[in-house]
């Protein structure tokens, strides 16, 4: 679980180039953070993010969570002087001083990617569950900050003793999360906890991470307002995500991507007769790609053999499905493009034919699958892409 916000995550590192990346790294975070409430969340709450944290859950009592969400980058968000940790506290104070938050509605959450050593200081923090043992932890914590201390963190930390009261109710009721160092493996423990299957966790992981991302893109780039999701609308797209994997109409993901070493070194064998087919129609920019598909394809089959128990006459009439369609979108080019270059034709066909569907095994496969098998055949030059890719490959000495 966790992550840190687009200007809360990252530990104010000191190179403009890292604090980029750490700020691209956080927003991603967010995201993944905002799918864990999500899946937390109850009926009738609703989750934001950068709306009054960088994630947040708002019931319909107005009770709240606000969570902010830190990553290790370049120090520990939970050392005695972290500037991140005072920060932090620092602004919830100003929050509640503003009204943003009730201290008395609100669970004060941080969250912390990776398991790091805390200090004193946050440990007796998240153990104080009165007003009055919250006091005394801040009055230790002001011992513990043996001055000179950084201007900045100094303005962070006197901002708590100077508003005592607040801090310590704020304190009260802090809770600090520990994640399990991987973003994806907090959203796969919801999911466990849901009771998704083990082999369909990942697909479903995926589909409800890219929901959230255009969610979030679309009230962003529509109103300009912090993004949030209803847990009824949310619930919508769960139900209907989970059924989709859940059944048995959809062949689940047993391959992993393919290693860029792995890519590369297809891309540059000579014995890839289908990036030849590539460059035949100024199509190189596809190589990358195409060679990832061809690889992940490959190796799913077989997984599906194993696991799933397709028979090779399956695979074989799903391939056989796969040249009838490319023949037919390649008499409708040459009808449509007549007059073209060769290489413009080609590539018309090339994109037509990636944009094919078909089932295999009475089952709808992965997008990565049908490209690969794709490849596959212009491999072994049963399909090509150059009107005269024939020709050509007699002319290299390919046949």
């Given amino acids: 679980m966790g992550n840190q916000s687009a200007k809360g995550l990252e530990e104010e590192a000191v190179a403009a180039p890292k604090q980029a990346a750490g700020q691209e790294f956080a927003y991603s975070l967010q995201s993944k953070r905002m799918l864990v ?115 900045t963190l100094a303005s962070y930390a006197n901002n708590l003793f100077d508003h005592n009261d607040i801090a310590a109710a704020i304190i009260s009721r802090f809770f600090l999360e520990i994640g399990t160092g991987d973003p994806f493996d907090d959203i796969r423990l919801e999911l466990q906890r849901s009771s998704v299957r083990d082999e369909i966790i990942d697909d479903v992981m995926n589909a409800l991470l890219g929901h959230v991302h255009r969610a979030v893109s679309d009230q962003v780039k529509n109103d300009g307002k912090p993004a949030s999701i209803t847990k009824s609308d949310f619930s919508r797209i769960y139900n209907s995500v989970t059924q989709r994997y859940s059944s048995q109409s959809y062949l689940p993901n047993y391959a992993p991507k393919p290693s860029e070493d792995a890519i590369l070194a297809t891309i540059k064998d000579e014995k890839s007769l289908f990036i030849w087919q590539l460059s035949i129609i100024n199509s190189g920019d596809m190589n990358y790609g195409a060679a990832s598909d061809y690889i992940q394809a490959s190796t ?18 799903f391939e056989s499905s796969l040249e009838r369609d490319w023949t037919n979108k390649r008499r409708i080019i040459e009808l449509r493009e007549r007059g073209k270059l ?57 046949k």
């Fill in 37 to 151: 409430r999500l899946l937390q969340a109850y009926p009738g709450e609703t989750v934001s993010m950068e709306a009054f944290e960088d994630v947040g859950v708002r019931a319909a009592d107005g009770s709240s969570i606000a969570e902010q969400d830190a990553s290790y980058i370049t120090s520990n968000p939970i050392g005695d002087r972290s500037e991140k940790l005072w920060k932090t506290f620092s602004n919830w104070v100003n929050a509640v001083r503003a009204g943003t938050l009730s201290v008395q509605n609100t669970k004060f959450v941080l969250y912390v990617l990776q398991n790091r050593e805390g200090g004193s200081i946050i440990q007796s923090f998240a153990n104080a569950r009165s007003d009055e043992d919250a006091k005394v932890a801040l009055a230790t914590a002001k011992t513990l900050l043996i001055a000179p201390l950084p201007t």
């Fill in 300 to 317: 799913e089959r077989a997984l599906w053999a194993e696991k799933e128990g397709l028979l090779e006459e399956d695979f074989d009439a």
């Fill in 342 to 398: 060769d290489e413009d034709r080609g590539r018309s066909l090339l994109l037509e034919c990636l944009e094919l569907r078909r089932i295999l095994g009475g089952r709808e496969v992965q997008d990565f699958f049908i490209p690969g098998c794709l490849h596959t055949l212009a491999n072994v030059l049963k399909i090509g892409w150059h009107p005269d890719y024939e020709n050509k490959a007699s002319e290299e000495g390919l």
